[in-house]
């Protein structure tokens, strides 16, 4: 199985990341943080390295403003409802995956607040003036997807931070095509909070994610239970990371999620440039095939995630096909409506091949002649 759903989650990962993993259950154990003995310590010391690494790496002015999640939409849930109250509005762009707007539409439904949605220029990308136009008084929160799961589209958000930041608006970025990938952090961006999860362009493993916290951010907690700190007391404590960290750490991922971004960091840009070029190949073949929509506008700048409609067959049906011909893929709406429902694409979904660091360009050569023969063969 040739493997294109990068955008869903990296895979293979790196040799190191199941060393770590594995390390951690048969050298460690210990329960970080909850005891004074070596093996809990030895716990404790790799999850603080990786907090460490990710502030460095993503701007957080200290290593305790990097909280430890399951995955981006913990971190994304975390940020909106805990920064949110009644009354409040929020700004959120027209590509935002269900991890944004499912809590959105719900406290929206319950009459607690109201969403504005962004709609984009024919680029695909938000425009400062539409932030202009949407900002009201009430405006409390705006969210943006930095690069969208489905066209790969990269939003301008440090232009567009700048006229938040005009207003006092805070901005949470959603990162989860872009963290190891594109240049991220809260300086880079601009951005108040940034979501990511580690199972993707961290090349960490499933169920790891981040959520870093600009200066002044302090949403309320989502779960709340033991820490291992402050045990005397009933209620939680409100220290950083522990405010947000309740629970048994999931050692074994973050040790993965160590290794990886370690590995994914130190080679950012080769990595971008790599699938970039990757990205840009399929596209191309793509283009030049009879009966295939690419999705996203040539003009504006992607990331590694190339998504495409058959004129004359099921995306699911196209995407069937190319599994039992050994292609890995994802069709569908890819959890992202919206974005769907701005392309016209709501009724079909689409196609999506994303491109990791372990693809090839021979690899998409045959990807690309099994798309033309399974629409020959229609």
Known sequence: MIYFDNAATSWPKPPMVVRAMAGTLTKIGGNPGRAGHPLSLCGGRVIQHCRELLAEAFGAAAPEQVVFTSGCTEALNIAIRGMLCEGDEVLCSHGEHNAVMRPLRELEAAGQIRVRRLM???LGQITEEAIR????????????CHASNVTGVVQPVKQLSQVLRSYGIPLLVD???????????LRELGADMIAMPGHKGLLGPHGTGVLVLGEGMLPRPLVMGGTGSVSESMRQPEALPDRY?????????????????RFALLHRAEIEAYEQELSGRLRAGLDRMRGIRVLGHPGAEKVGVVSFVPAFMDPGELADRLSSAGFALRAGLH??????????????????????????EDEVDRLLAAVDRALGAR
Not at 133 to 144: D, I, N, Q, Y
Not at 335 to 360: D, F, K, M, Q
């Open 120 to 122: 984009p220029n024919s």
């Open 133 to 144: 136009e949407a900002v009201t008084p009430r405006t409390a929160l705006c969210v943006l």
């Open 175 to 185: 990162a989860a095509q872009t963290a190891g990938v594109l240049p991220v952090s």
């Open 245 to 261: 960290e309740s629970g048994t750490p999931n050692l074994p991922g973050i040790a993965g999620l160590l290794a990886g971004a």
């Open 335 to 360: 959890c992202a409506p919206a974005v769907h429902e701005w392309l016209g694409t709501l009724h079909s979904g689409a196609c999506r091949a994303s491109v990791g660091i372990y693809n090839t």
